[in-house]
């Protein structure tokens, strides 16, 4: 699973301080509004310990299914806020572009728009600005913008290299690395070590 994490802090004078933006690789709408799903809980081609799995977090109702698959997430984050994407009720969002992975997606995510030039997942540079790079040279916001991800590619991804930057391009500074250690449950083959690069925005 790959994880972006991103910070910006706004105007003191405005009651939001902070806008997070977190992504997840491989997360389905349906497990996020459902919960567990029935047919994939159970099919040894998809998970290792089913009986276990039901046990932890199969309830009987979607409701539930969910709060025990995602609990910070349905008590904290859903009381407190707006949630969209739940194509059961009608809000459906989709992606435009026709990759259907990483890169191209998160170039979408990023700028509002699909770019067929991003066809891979190779690390190269994102021609496109970003709305991290929108935001950091808004007066008040510059240098205020990070990024924490376990995939490096998201350096290139957000920002444009430098020998292409001007006064109003932002490039990302390393700023440092967390090591992650391997935690029963993160990953189903029990490996889930690797690291977490930290960029911080600037001019």
């Not at 389905?28 to 040894?44: C, K, M, T, Y």
Request: charged share 25%; net charge negative.
């Amino acid at each position: 699973m790959v994880c972006a994490l991103v910070l910006s802090v706004l105007p003191a004078e405005d009651k939001t301080k902070n806008l997070i933006l977190v992504t997840m690789d491989g997360l389905r709408w349906q497990e996020l509004f459902h919960g567990a799903d029935s047919v994939l809980i159970s099919n040894p081609n998809f998970v290792e310990n089913g009986d276990k799995l039901r046990e932890q977090f199969w309830a009987e109702t979607p409701e539930k299914r969910r709060e025990n698959l995602m609990p910070f997430f349905w008590e904290t984050i859903a009381s407190d806020g707006q949630l969209y994407g739940n194509h059961a009720e009608g809000s459906v969002i989709l992606l435009t572009n026709s990759q259907w992975f990483s890169y191209p997606g998160y170039n979408e995510i990023l700028t509002g728009y699909a770019d067929p030039e991003i066809d891979s997942n190779d690390k190269k540079w994102n021609r496109n600005v970003t709305f991290l790079e929108y935001l950091n040279r808004r007066r008040g916001f510059e240098g205020r913008v990070a990024a924490f991800c376990s995939w490096d590619v998201f350096r290139g991804n957000a920002a444009e290299p430098a020998h292409r930057r001007d006064a109003q391009t932002l490039r990302y500074r390393p700023v440092g690395r967390l090591h992650l250690s391997s935690h029963d449950g993160i990953s189903r083959k029990g490996e889930a070590e690797g690291d977490v690069y930290c960029f911080r925005c600037h001019r």
